[in-house]
């Protein structure tokens, strides 16, 4: 970056303000760093924490012109009268997908390394990781409470 480099700590903003989608069109957003493979945190995680229910990134090395027709696309999908809809971002992304995989479908390391990245308000595991207890039935989870 210009300013120099961007630390998680710098995308962090006000208590009670909102950020639904960050698209980050560079190589390797969303990818883990090869000296920590098992590394959580990521470009994209880090937007994630920083409170945006969606972003969208790279999982390797993507064509700068490629990318400009995806964006193109993927922004296209996203528009609703008045501005834009981040709630439609996995299908947009999917849409805008499939328009460069129709025009290179031998070519999938040029469209299959974009990521989508979301939390949901209201579910279950909506801002943290999600753990067996979450994906145990209904039923289940209200046993194990009376039990305690």
């Known amino acids: 970056m210009a300013g120099g480099p ?5 995308l962090w903003r ?14 390797d957003t969303v990818r883990g760093g090869a000296a ?3 590394e959580a945190l ?8 920083a409170g945006f229910r969606h972003v969208i990134g790279a999982l390797w ?3 700068d012109t490629l990318t400009v027709q995806l964006c193109e696309d993927l922004y296209a999908a996203l528009a609703v009268p008045g501005g834009l809809d981040p709630e439609r971002a996995a299908s947009a992304l999917h849409h805008a997908v499939r328009q460069v995989r129709a025009a290179l479908p031998d ?13 949901s308000p209201g ?6 990781r999600r753990t067996a207890r979450d994906r145990a039935p209904a039923r289940v989870r ?3 409470a009376r039990t305690r």
């Open 42 to 49: 990521t470009l994209g995680t880090a937007f994630q924490l």
């Open 123 to 128: 579910r279950p595991g909506a801002g943290r």
């Open 142 to 144: 209200a046993g194990r």
């Open 6 to 10: 961007l630390h998680v700590r710098d």
């Open 14 to 27: 006000p208590a009670g303000t909102t950020a639904a989608l960050a698209v980050l069109s560079a190589c």
């Open 61 to 63: 090395a993507i064509s």
């Open 107 to 119: 070519l999938p390391e040029l469209w299959a390394g974009y990521a989508h990245l979301p939390i």
């Open 36 to 38: 920590l493979p098992d």
